[in-house]
């Protein structure tokens, strides 16, 4: 059996194969031991293997003396906030945008908030030992008291309740009143919450796709990775903007009216010029990744906005904005983050924020993102490799990219990564033309496919 290890958002795997329900009951026991808690918040996505990973958390984390709370389906920012509000540790069981076959668990220290590195450490630690109990010679732990698993529907209404009133109340009493709104959900955690909020928030929700999970169709041509049905959707609509959630609703892609896709970049530069005009955006200064398109860094110098740049992971960007006392950072997907608004990110929270930023502007979507930024034209290659990790070594791979950037110079970068969940690596590649874009990255992609595909 392959065991599952810490990444860049959690533990992550095909589930039963690689994310067991016998490693579940482990990783329960040593968050338990960690992160401590009289009681802990456990949620899930749609995903068929779903009920049973939480089943096994539960017991392991029960089996230490701490109570569990069972939210039943709610988005991951959901279980977030309702941490943040209870004060309590909480974990999410979701591989987010990966295929129904994956499965994961995303553990959050007491207030919401993402594993610190020695935490994380710590924890990795314990979960080693108890993965190394009844082999011979390993000791066995002394059985703790048992903890009551509060179960039932009523529970879990509460909680997704709650965490709509927070959301909600990010608008200020505003509302969209006379919006017309289409969304896909992903066939996710989101699909009774966000048309839910949509609606409460005065909108007109004209359409609701992918809001029908049967278990094995998260993320299936569907949702934030997939956005062509709501494309397509907004433009049969009329409706004046879309928004394509992913599976467990923590990051959220737009669509304008004329079916073009607003990414986050986009989305972020919108939204921090909104801020930067309302003197909301703390510091002048927005979050992004390595990641972001080079046309965002562009306008946000055009607009006196500091520009502060991580590694890919929402926990780097968090870490930062928790540094610097920032108030608005994010990802490229779609992953935005409202520091002064939710501990993290949150695709519904970031949707609505968007929505009211349109209705303020009296502008329509397609105008208020192409005027906040231009994108450069912007290709993405994956390539399969046997060992990401192998990405830093290999000198030739780097020679090829030192080539491509002395070729560009400033009016174009180059950035290759290892994936943090999946054996691949990311080749990113920003140039004035498409055609140059194109050419650098199957240059790049061929050579760390020969170095160490």
Not at 187 to 206: F, H, Q, Y
Request: aromatic residues 2%; negative net charge.
């Amino acid at each position: 059996m392959v065991t599952p290890k810490f990444g860049t958002d959690g533990v992550r795997g095909v589930a039963h194969s690689e994310l067991t329900p016998e490693f579940v009951v482990a990783l329960g026991r040593a968050a338990a031991r960690v992160l401590g808690g009289p009681r802990f918040l456990i949620g899930r996505d749609t995903r068929v293997s779903g009920p049973l990973l939480q089943a096994a958390l539960t017991a392991g984390i029960a089996c230490e003396g701490i109570d569990v709370i069972d939210l039943g389906v709610l988005p991951t920012p959901g279980v977030a906030a309702l941490a943040a509000i209870d004060g309590v540790p909480a974990a999410m069981i979701s591989a987010s945008h990966n295929p129904f076959s994956d499965n994961g668990i995303k553990l959050f220290a007491a207030g919401g908030r993402k594993l610190a590195d020695d935490v994380e450490a710590q924890l990795e630690a314990e979960l080693e030992a108890e993965l190394g109990k009844g082999v011979a010679g390993a000791p066995l732990a002394p059985p703790a008291p048992l903890g009551a698993a509060v179960e039932g529907a009523d529970v879990a209404a509460a909680g997704r309740q709650r965490y709509e009133r927070q959301v909600l109340a990010s608008l200020g009493g505003r509302r969209l009143d006379g919006l017309r709104v289409a969304l896909d959900c992903a066939n996710g955690a989101a699909s009774v919450t966000a048309p839910e909020l949509l609606r409460m928030a005065g909108a007109d929700v004209v359409a609701v796709l992918a809001d029908h999970p049967t278990g094995t169709n998260i993320n299936d041509r569907c949702g934030s990775t997939y956005p062509a049905g709501l494309q397509a959707a907004v433009v049969e609509t009329g409706a004046d903007a879309g928004l394509a959630l992913d599976g467990d609703a923590d990051r959220v892609i737009a669509v304008d009216h004329t079916g073009s896709v607003v990414d986050g970049d986009q989305m972020i530069a919108a939204l921090a010029l909104d801020r930067m005009a309302r003197g909301e955006l703390t510091g002048s200064t927005v979050v992004v990744t390595v990641m972001t398109n080079l046309g965002f860094h562009l306008a946000m110098a055009e607009h006196g906005v500091g520009v502060h740049t991580t590694p890919v992971g929402d926990r780097y960007v968090l870490e930062a904005l928790d540094r610097g006392g920032w108030s608005l950072g994010g990802e490229q997907s779609g992953h935005v983050i409202f520091r002064d608004l939710a501990t993290t990110g949150d695709g519904v929270l970031t949707g609505l924020q968007l929505l009211d930023a349109v209705v303020r502007s009296g502008r329509p979507l397609a105008s208020l993102a192409g005027g906040a930024m231009v994108r450069l034209p912007q290709v993405l290659r994956n390539v399969p490799v046997a060992n990401p990790g192998g990405l830093a070594g290999a000198a030739g791979v780097w020679a090829e990219v030192k080539a491509v950037e002395a070729g560009f110079g400033d009016r174009g970068r180059v950035v290759l990564r290892g994936s943090g969940t999946e054996s691949l690596v990311r080749v990113m590649v920003e140039a004035p033309t498409q055609a140059e874009a194109e050419a650098a990255a199957a240059r790049l992609a061929d050579a760390v496919a020969q170095a160490i595909g």
